[in-house]
């Protein structure tokens, strides 16, 4: 896939092993530059949105608590 091409049709043909090997590279935090994680985060948010059921292992890389800048 393209870099910044995230679309519901292909968001629709990710597998579990295509999440997982996302989810590993989200884990593991190796990136070339922050951008690339982000483009990374970026697409499992719109696969979570639009595949919840691939992405409830791990929620736990997009969820965000809510913070008090205070």
Do not use: C
């Amino acid at each position: 896939m393209a870099k910044n091409q995230i679309n519901t049709e292909t968001i629709q043909t990710f597998s579990e092993t295509e999440v997982a090997a996302l989810a590993k590279r989200l884990e593991d935090d190796e990136y070339n530059t922050p951008f690339d994680g982000l483009d990374d985060w970026h697409l499992l948010r719109a696969v979570a949105i639009h595949r919840p059921e691939l992405v409830r292992p791990y929620l736990h890389l997009i969820d965000q608590e809510p913070f008090d800048e205070d």
